[in-house]
């Protein structure tokens, strides 16, 4: 565990009434980095408590991951004296993080407008599926729907294949973070006007947002995107391959890196051919391209080979299993796990500030909700 040193976020109070995923994993990022983070859970509890197995304790991994660093309680917020409860826990509290269905914090009398002049320096962050207004407005949304509704799924497969969700939660976590990003973001106005402020965090949006450089290249030659499966839709070689032993991803974007791959292959002129001199020219010939890589790859260790070009500075890597991308040295060397003594392990922030590092102080509530 990293030291209890004072977090960039100490003395940030967030009453987070959010459940399964991006308002949750919003929450623990700035419990991380030191804020009183509560997290208020209805009587039955988040969803996620039950999505499994693995189970630790009666609860499930898919909750574990998301809640550290937060106290609990349970409130049954239907009820006049759960509302009024949550009035007190809100009373001297900066940031409110909810992702309740648009209108139902209204009609108990706890949406925005009522708060904010109840409360005027209370941040309150919602995380929403597509916002409250607009053709979608107000209607549910879940990660999978959203990368099918975003254009992420046509853009994510083997070309030709079917569209094929991305095999992470990819939009609810980037949700999670754009809220983050627009809390921190309020409260850095909040020392000027000394007002609180809405803020959202649309799951819609943010899948919008992950289409780069599909959008870029559909605004400027009105294509529509396709499946390029592993290969980069703009850059060559930006793609997997086999070698003797195992598979590689060479992700090589310019002239430069180009000439060294092809030497340490054994073949420097291949760099100079007229098709595949430059970068326009590999990526409009990428299939002979990949031909003439391939045979010369299939000589090769695929773990020796990456060691050697990322020394030389050619951007690669060896295509790791979850297993084998948890055990690697270096992520032990970045402090990206973390373990407790209840039995609990999770993944370590990738936020790293010099001073005011991220602490792992709680674990998740336990099964009661405490």
């Known amino acids: 565990m990293t030291s209890l040193s004072a977090g960039a976020l100490q003395g940030l109070k967030v009453i987070d009434v959010s459940r399964i995923l991006g308002g949750p994993y919003c929450g623990q990022i700035l419990g991380d980095h030191g804020a009183d983070v509560l997290k208020v859970e209805p009587p039955q509890g988040d969803d996620t408590r039950t999505w499994g197995p693995p189970f630790l304790n009666g609860v499930a991994s898919y909750y574990l991951g998301l809640n550290r660093n937060k106290r609990g309680m349970r409130l049954d917020l239907s ?23 648009t209108g139902t914090l209204e009609k108990w009398g706890l949406g925005y407008e009522a708060l904010s002049e109840r409360f005027p320096r209370l941040i309150h962050c919602r995380v929403s599926g597509f916002g409250a207004d607009g053709p979608l ?7 999978a729907a959203i990368q099918a509704m975003s254009g992420i ?30 809390i921190l973001l309020a409260l850095n106005e909040r020392e000027r006007s000394g007002k609180g402020q809405f803020v ?30 592993n290969a980069h839709p703009n850059i ?20 430069r890196q180009f000439q060294i791959l092809c030497k340490v292959l054994g073949e420097p002129s291949l760099a100079f051919e007229p098709e595949f001199r430059d970068a326009g020219s590999r990526s409009s010939n990428r299939e002979a391209l990949r031909g003439r890589l391939a045979a010369l790859l299939m000589q090769f260790d ?62 998740p509530p336990d099964e009661s909700g405490s």
């Open 302 to 363: 695929g773990e020796s080979l990456t060691g050697q070009l990322m020394n030389e500075g050619v951007p690669c890597a060896p295509v790791l299993d979850v297993k084998d991308a948890l055990e690697h040295p270096h992520t032990a060397h970045r402090e990206l796990i973390v373990s407790m003594p209840n039995g609990y392990k999770g993944l370590g922030s990738p936020i790293k500030l010099s001073r005011t590092p991220a602490t792992y102080r709680l674990p």
């Open 79 to 101: 009820r006049e004296d759960g509302r009024a409860t949550l009035l007190e826990l809100l009373s001297d509290a900066d940031v409110l993080l909810e992702n309740f269905k």
């Open 153 to 182: 799924m046509s853009v994510n497969g083997d070309a030709g294949g079917e569209p094929l969700r991305v095999g992470l939660p990819v939009v609810d976590m980037v949700t999670g973070l754009n809220a983050v990003i627009g």
């Open 137 to 143: 407005g107000g209607l549910p949304g879940y990660d």
């Open 236 to 255: 060559y070689p930006y793609d997997s391959f086999p070698t003797r032993t195992s598979a590689i991803y060479l992700a090589v974007g310019n002239d």
């Open 200 to 229: 959202e965090a649309a799951l819609y949006d943010s899948g919008l947002s992950l289409l780069h450089p599909h959008a870029a290249n559909w605004f400027l030659n009105g294509k529509t995107p396709v499946r390029t499966g």
